[in-house]
Structures are given as C-alpha cells and as structure tokens.
T-cell receptor, first 110, second 113 residues
C-alpha cells in the first residue's frame, strides 16, 4: 500500500533559522497538499502542488514538488514562533483517495 | 478565521453512552468530511458527503454513524465506543467533492473511558 513518509518526525529550531521538512512517496503523486496544525486544533491549508517541478510560496514558506512527483519539501525561511506546530502533507493517489503523512512537529526556540 | 465550526471541542464519554459530534460550515461548500486523528498515526478519512449524499465510507465501524441533513451541517453519532476510539475528530469542507483546498474545523477531542 502506498504511504507518505515525512521527515523529520520532530524538529527543534532556533528562531530566525531556516528549516526544511520532507514528504516522500514510493509512487507518483497526483496532487500534494501541505497543511499546518496547531497542537490539538484543526488543519490550515497551506499549499497545493500538482506539477512536477512546481514551486509555491506563501510569506516565508516555500514548497516544491520534485520532477518525478514523488517528493515534496517545505522550506521555512527565518523561522518565527508563529511557525511552530505540526506540518502535515497529504496526497492524491490514483483512485481518488487521499492519504496523509504522520506529520512533523516543529518547535521554535526563542 | 476558519469557516468550519465543531462542537463540542472536548468530550468524555463512557463506552455505553450515546453522543453526537456536530460540524457546521459557513462557506457555502457542497462537500463535507469526517477525519480521525489518533496519536502518532496519520490522519484517517472516515466519511465523505457530497450534496448531502454519502459518497465514501472508509470501512468505519458501525458504532460511528454519520448524518448530513443539509450541505451546511454534518453530524457524527457515536454509540458503544471503545477506548481506542479516543482521538481528535476533524470535520472539513470543500467547494465540491475534491481534495483540493479542504477547510478544517478545530476538531473535537474525544476521550472514551
């Protein structure tokens, strides 16, 4: 069965530093979504990527989908305390199902 | 500010109780979803409704019973739950039955004792 692997599982970063979170699939993805969840709360949609090589940015967050459409990275520049939370990738797979990774917990140290 | 609200935010229930979770969306969307998020597990899609018709049920136990009386409201009726059903239950909506840009509610934290 297809799964989404997110890495790292947990990340502690000093405020102001850059960081990257990865989401990898063993099969081709038809759509890749990044969400952010504050602990114990709902998900906030960040970005959707569909085309191989596509890159999107929102404020200080940039997400890319590689050419083979099997891996996506989420990059945060100059991290702030407001970036703390759980980042979740979700993906469309062939039969219109959606699957999710287990999430990456991001802590920002002041 | 999310246009999807969920009540209650926290719920503790015994295994013999019957309770319901409520979700309401104010976005004019036509599709609504129930998800379950357990600790250290990926998010699981439970039910999908499109225009008040159930279109997907991902092998969810019958002790979870969804209801969608109209496109703005979604309920999850719970009865004879198990402790392993304790989790965060998230409701989401989207313009149509598509996985693009789903908007999530804050979730209901359910504890089954």
């Amino acid at each position: 069965s297809q799964e989404l692997e997110q890495s790292p599982q947990s990340l502690i970063v000093q405020e102001g530093k850059n960081l990257t979170i990865n989401c990898t699939s063993s099969k081709t993805l038809y759509g890749l979504y990044w969400y952010k969840q504050k602990y114990g709360e709902g998900l906030i949609f960040l970005m959707m990527l569909q085309k191989g090589g596509e890159e999107k940015s929102h404020e200080k967050i940039t997400a890319k989908l590689d050419e083979k459409k099997q891996q996506s990275s989420l990059h945060i520049t100059a991290s702030q305390p407001s970036h703390a939370g759980i980042y979740l990738c979700g993906a469309d797979i062939k039969d219109d199902k959606i699957i999710f990774g287990k999430g990456t917990r991001l802590h920002i140290l002041p | 500010e999310t246009g999807v609200t969920q009540t209650p935010r926290h719920l503790v229930m015994g295994m013999t109780n019957k309770k319901s979770l409520k979700c309401e969306q104010h976005l004019g969307h036509n599709a609504m979803y129930w998800y379950k998020q357990s600790a250290k597990k990926p998010l699981e899609l439970m039910f999908v409704y499109s225009l008040e018709e159930r279109v997907e049920n991902n092998s969810v136990p019958s002790r979870f019973s969804p209801e969608c009386p109209n496109s703005s409201h979604l309920f999850l009726h719970l009865h004879t739950l198990q402790p392993e059903d304790s989790a965060l239950y998230l409701c989401a909506s989207s313009p149509w039955v598509t996985t693009y840009e789903q908007y999530f509610g804050p979730g209901t934290r359910l504890t089954v004792t």
